[in-house]
């Protein structure tokens, strides 16, 4: 029987970058096939940052044209914006009467992000992130959750949640596994390479977008930062720019990194940078014009947005009653 699938994208920049497509989102195309996927820019969750709402609309459609840009197919899966589907909050509210503080307040996400403005600045929704997260996935009653690394913890959370409703009140939802990629998954920031590649706190020349020109991303990786040395050799603790390089190269281009060493033994950085570039760019170049062209017909982009949300509604409807039917609720 074809799994479901479901996963989901904060659109909280005006372009994807290439930790979020190795690390995420070329799982999601892949995971298309034999699969029964669903796809949803997670539009909530992004209203835990800083909200300018021009830029937030912009960036909804934005992401919606890459991701059907880089190969995520509406008839394929499905395709939806989270707040179109009403659902989200409805069992996001039930996820935070069964999550406990203590448990919520050890996801290193929130830590991470709240230590960065002060914590008493940080917004109650990013606390309660990870429930609205563990009801996006348990609506679906998905058997695989891809993303990256660093969503492991929430994923566990999730589970827990799950097995705890299912224990109290009675079988409701499918417990689910992270499908997280163990090697190669995880992009580093071309200018702190011991930082991972990140919209929000990564440095501007240090992140490489889907949506910038071919030229920028191409002037970016000639300009990364490695280490005093000159031999291309993969060693994380000693080179981790130039490893990070050869994670890149090695996942767009598809050759082993043992390969990309014997090719670049002896030539040096500024070629090998030569080259990774030339990878990014060619492999880049058609997904960003292609994301261009549907931006240029929103309505038409809308109305797929619509008809995915349509579909998503149909499962997660039923999940919420079921799960209102087992906490007493009157329907
Ligand atoms: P933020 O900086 O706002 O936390 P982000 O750039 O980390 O954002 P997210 O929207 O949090 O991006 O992540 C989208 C998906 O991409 C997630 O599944 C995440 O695990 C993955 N991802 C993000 N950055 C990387 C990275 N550098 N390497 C691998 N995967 C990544
Ligand atoms: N928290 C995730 C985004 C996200 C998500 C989801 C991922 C929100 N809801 C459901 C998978 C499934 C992140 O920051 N990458």
């Keep these: 029987?074809?799994?479901?699938?479901?996963?989901?994208?904060?659109?909280?920049?005006?372009?994807?970058?290439?930790?979020?497509?190795?690390?995420?989102?070329?799982?999601?195309?892949?995971?298309?096939?034999g699969n029964d996927a669903f796809y949803c820019i997670v539009d909530l969750h992004a209203l835990t940052g800083e909200i300018d709402p021009a830029l937030l609309r912009k960036r909804i459609l934005s992401s919606a044209a890459q991701l059907i840009a880089l190969g995520i197919s509406p008839e394929k899966?499905?395709?939806?914006?989270?707040?179109?589907?009403?659902?989200?909050?409805?069992?996001?509210?039930?996820?935070?009467?069964?999550?406990?503080?203590?448990?919520?307040?050890?996801?290193t996400q929130f830590k991470d992000k709240?230590?960065?403005?002060?914590?008493?600045?940080?917004?109650?929704?990013?606390?309660?992130?990870?429930?609205?997260?563990?009801?996006?996935?348990?609506?679906?009653?998905?058997?695989?959750?891809?993303?990256?690394?660093?969503?492991?913890?929430?994923?566990?959370?999730t589970r827990d949640l799950a097995t705890r409703f299912n224990t109290r009140f009675g079988e409701t939802f499918r417990i689910p596994e992270g499908y997280i990629l163990k090697s190669g998954a995880k992009i580093y920031d071309l200018q702190e390479p011991t930082n991972k590649m990140s919209k929000s706190s990564g440095s501007a020349a240090g992140v490489l977008e889907i949506m910038d020109t071919p030229e920028a991303n191409a002037k970016?990786?000639?300009?990364?930062?490695?280490?005093?040395?000159r031999e291309v050799k993969f060693d994380e603790k000693e080179k981790p720019g130039i490893?990070?390089?050869?994670?890149?190269h090695s996942a767009l281009s598809g050759k082993k990194i043992s390969d990309?060493?014997?090719?670049?033994?002896?030539?040096?950085?500024?070629?090998?940078?030569?080259?990774?570039?030339?990878?990014?760019?060619?492999?880049?170049?058609?997904?960003?014009?292609?994301?261009?062209?549907?931006?240029?017909?929103?309505?038409?982009l809308v109305q797929i947005l619509h008809a995915g949300a349509d579909k998503a509604r149909t499962v997660a409807s039923a999940t919420v009653a079921e799960s209102y039917k087992n906490l007493g609720l009157v329907l």
């Design 114 to 157: 709240s230590a960065k403005g002060g914590a008493d600045s940080a917004r109650v929704g990013l606390f309660t992130y990870p429930m609205l997260q563990a009801a996006d996935i348990l609506l679906y009653q998905a058997h695989y959750v891809p993303v990256g690394e660093d969503q492991r913890q929430h994923i566990e959370l």
């Design 243 to 248: 490893s990070n390089l050869l994670t890149i």
């Design 77 to 107: 899966s499905t395709l939806f914006v989270q707040s179109h589907v009403a659902e989200h909050n409805q069992l996001g509210w039930i996820m935070e009467c069964i999550a406990g503080f203590g448990e919520a307040n050890r996801m």
């Design 1 to 33: 029987m074809a799994k479901r699938i479901l996963s989901g994208i904060q659109p909280t920049s005006d372009s994807f970058h290439l930790g979020n497509y190795l690390g995420a989102l070329k799982q999601w195309v892949e995971l298309q096939e």
């Design 220 to 229: 970016k990786i000639k300009s990364a930062t490695t280490d005093a040395g």
């Design 260 to 300: 990309l060493e014997n090719e670049f033994a002896g030539k040096g950085y500024g070629d090998f940078k030569g080259a990774v570039a030339e990878v990014v760019v060619d492999y880049l170049k058609p997904i960003r014009t292609r994301a261009l062209e549907l931006l240029e017909d929103e309505s038409h």
